[in-house]
């Protein structure tokens, strides 16, 4: 069963030649026939250019090329574009959406020999942490299809679990790629700002978005991370710090790391008792590996989820002006004037909660209340920013639950925007900060369903945290579980 190797399983056998990069892409079509009827993954299939890109993974392989990813079917969330696919963003605006260029992240995936099997699905335009609201499909969680994997790149996480690819690359706003990663048991890493290039990223919020990997273990996370990360002269906001080696950095054990607990992530309300206490488990896990456990503090965490919902839906609103049925996108055929094909465009295309952030980001924005809401979260941003600063002169890691609960059933939060919102509470600081975080399981809830643990770092410390997930991971073995899924 081919679809069910690790990246790191499946490195080893190919270039053994035990199997063709043809093979195992067959192998990972045939699982995602099987199941994604089920799960619903994916909303576009790419059949014939993924089994074109083995063959010739398959040529670089018998050539001896060393690339490390040559012949490894990956997906890849359908918020990045892909030349002469189609790429939807999870809108009916995009619906019909070919981008005649590649985002840097797929120009490099490419050339380290990937096989793109396919676009994910997606809360529409990454708003949403259920996927819930893609204008599309419903995606399942593999460990229970009547729950929601997680969003907005529940796609791509829903994909990993359940062995329609062997990794996939996502994007996170607010928590995107580390809260589905934990409701479906997998791997998910959002890297530093500016780690990797947003060039053909679809924007939502600028000053927040960042690509991420997602994977079945450590090690695979941090092979993608390596190949994707790295200055692009293409995105000004890239940075131009070296990449380092992050496997060749994993080490042993965690002697004389120091890992700060936030205090006020105890008293966090709708927090599940199982997630607290997989969470205290895991640092007792982490202080036996040689970690010193010390309590710090966040004082600003409270507005964080406050700060974080004005300033994404003010950078969207105006990020999602460009969609107006004119250049390209969806465009009502029924529209009279200009004016109206603007206001029928933007209706039709865009779903409920698109278009209550581009409200409430109009509105923030807007002259009169700019000062006391844009502004206001700006300087909110500034004091996490600080907290963060401050309580890294004390630990080296942060260590923290990904989601107040487990994966929760579909139709919970759908009607209740705020409640939704709230999802986000452990992750969003992190994006508002620009720090890493990375998300690895670190236990099953009563009810089977995978906890994940988060561990963040200072900026372009991402070896760091690879260092102690894998450590930690080393140690358990909630990433070898598998979802019930036949
Ligand atoms: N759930 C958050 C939101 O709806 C984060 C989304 C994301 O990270 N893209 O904005």
Same mark, same amino acid.
């Given at each position: 069963?081919?679809?069910?190797?690790?990246?790191?399983?499946?490195?080893?056998?190919?270039?053994?030649?035990?199997?063709?990069?043809?093979?195992?892409?067959?192998?990972?079509?045939?699982?995602?026939?099987?199941?994604?009827?089920?799960?619903?993954?994916?909303?576009?299939?790419?059949?014939?250019?993924?089994?074109?890109?083995?063959?010739?993974?398959?040529?670089?392989?018998?050539?001896?090329?060393?690339?490390?990813?040559?012949?490894?079917?990956?997906?890849?969330?359908?918020?990045?574009?892909?030349?002469?696919?189609?790429?939807?963003?999870?809108?009916?605006?995009?619906?019909?959406?070919?981008?005649? !260029?590649?985002?840097?992240?797929?120009?490099?995936?490419?050339?380290?020999?990937? #096989?793109? #099997?396919?676009?994910?699905?997606?809360?529409?335009?990454?708003?949403?942490?259920?996927?819930?609201?893609?204008?599309?499909?419903?995606?399942?969680?593999?460990?229970?299809?009547?729950?929601?994997?997680?969003?907005?790149?529940?796609?791509?996480?829903?994909?990993?679990?359940?062995?329609?690819?062997?990794?996939?690359?996502?994007?996170?706003?607010?928590?995107?790629?580390?809260?589905?990663?934990?409701?479906?048991?997998?791997?998910?890493?959002?890297?530093?700002?500016?780690?990797?290039?947003?060039?053909?990223?679809?924007?939502?919020?600028?000053?927040?978005? @960042?690509?991420?990997?997602?994977?079945?273990?450590? !090690?695979?996370?941090?092979?993608?991370?390596?190949?994707?990360?790295?200055?692009?002269?293409?995105?000004?906001?890239?940075?131009?710090?070296? #990449?380092?080696? !992050?496997? @060749?950095?994993?080490?042993?054990?965690?002697?004389?790391?120091?890992?700060?607990?936030?205090?006020?992530?105890?008293?966090?309300?709708?927090?599940?008792?199982?997630?607290?206490?997989?969470?205290?488990?895991?640092?007792?896990?982490?202080?036996?590996?040689?970690?010193?456990?010390?309590?710090?503090?966040?004082?600003?965490?409270?507005?964080?989820?406050?700060?974080? !919902?004005?300033?994404?839906?003010?950078?969207?609103?105006?990020?999602?002006?460009?969609?107006?049925?004119?250049?390209?996108?969806?465009?009502?055929?029924?529209?009279?004037?200009?004016?109206?094909?603007?206001?029928?465009?933007?209706?039709?295309? &865009?779903?409920?909660?698109?278009?209550?952030?581009?409200?409430?980001?109009?509105?923030?924005?807007?002259?009169?209340?700019?000062?006391?809401?844009?502004?206001?979260?700006?300087?909110?941003?500034?004091?996490?920013?600080?907290? &963060?600063?401050?309580? &890294?002169?004390?630990?080296?890691?942060?260590?923290?639950?990904?989601?107040?609960?487990?994966?929760?059933?579909?139709?919970?939060?759908?009607?209740?925007?705020?409640?939704?919102?709230?999802?986000?509470?452990?992750?969003?600081?992190?994006?508002?900060?620009?720090?890493?975080?990375?998300?690895?399981?670190?236990? &099953?809830?009563?009810?089977?369903?995978?906890?994940?643990? @988060?561990?963040?770092?200072?900026?372009?410390?991402?070896?760091?945290?690879?260092?102690?997930?894998?450590?930690?991971?080393?140690?358990?073995?909630?990433?070898?579980?598998?979802?019930?899924?036949?």
């Amino acid at each position: 069963m081919p679809h069910r190797l690790t990246i790191h399983q499946a490195q080893g056998l190919l270039r053994e030649k035990k199997i063709s990069a043809v093979e195992l892409t067959q192998a990972v079509l045939d699982r995602i026939r099987k199941v994604d009827e089920r799960v619903g993954a994916y909303i576009t299939l790419c059949e014939a250019s993924a089994l074109e890109q083995a063959r010739k993974a398959d040529r670089r392989i018998a050539s001896g090329d060393p690339s490390p990813l040559a012949g490894i079917p990956v997906a890849v969330k359908d918020i990045l574009c892909t030349r002469g696919i189609r790429t939807t963003c999870g809108s009916r605006i995009l619906e019909n959406f070919i981008p005649p !260029y590649d985002a840097t992240v797929i120009q490099r995936l490419e050339a380290a020999g990937v #096989v793109i #099997v396919g676009k994910t699905n997606m809360d529409e335009f990454a708003m949403g942490s259920s996927n819930e609201y893609s204008a599309f499909k419903l995606t399942r969680n593999p460990w229970d299809l009547s729950r929601i994997p997680g969003g907005s790149s529940g796609g791509s996480a829903a994909a990993v679990a359940a062995d329609m690819c062997l990794g996939a690359i996502g994007s996170d706003t607010g928590g995107s790629v580390r809260q589905p990663a934990s409701h479906c048991g997998v791997v998910g890493m959002k890297p530093t700002y500016g780690r990797v290039s947003r060039f053909g990223l679809v924007a939502f919020a600028s000053s927040l978005d @960042q690509v991420g990997p997602l994977a079945k273990c450590v !090690y695979d996370n941090a092979l993608l991370m390596k190949v994707i990360a790295g200055h692009d002269p293409k995105d000004s906001t890239s940075a131009p710090e070296p #990449v380092p080696d !992050y496997i @060749q950095a994993f080490g042993k054990g965690l002697d004389g790391v120091t890992v700060g607990v936030p205090v006020e992530y105890r008293s966090m309300v709708g927090m599940d008792p199982e997630v607290s206490e997989a969470v205290s488990t895991a640092m007792e896990t982490m202080e036996r590996m040689g970690a010193r456990c010390v309590e710090v503090s966040l004082p600003h965490t409270p507005y964080a989820v406050a700060a974080y !919902y004005v300033i994404a839906p003010s950078e969207a609103s105006s990020n999602l002006a460009r969609y107006d049925g004119v250049k390209y996108g969806f465009r009502d055929p029924e529209a009279g004037d200009l004016a109206g094909m603007y206001r029928r465009t933007r209706s039709k295309g &865009f779903g409920p909660e698109v278009q209550r952030r581009i409200i409430i980001g109009t509105y923030c924005l807007s002259a009169g209340y700019y000062d006391a809401y844009y502004r206001k979260a700006s300087q909110v941003r500034s004091l996490i920013v600080r907290d &963060f600063k401050e309580a &890294f002169e004390s630990c080296r890691l942060l260590l923290s639950p990904v989601a107040p609960t487990p994966a929760f059933p579909i139709g919970e939060k759908v009607e209740d925007p705020l409640t939704m919102y709230l999802s986000d509470v452990f992750t969003l600081s992190a994006n508002l900060a620009g720090i890493p975080g990375i998300s690895v399981p670190c236990g &099953f809830s009563g009810q089977g369903l995978p906890i994940g643990l @988060q561990i963040m770092g200072n900026h372009f410390d991402e070896a760091m945290l690879y260092r102690a997930a894998h450590q930690f991971e080393q140690a358990t073995d909630y990433h070898l579980k598998k979802p019930p899924l036949q």
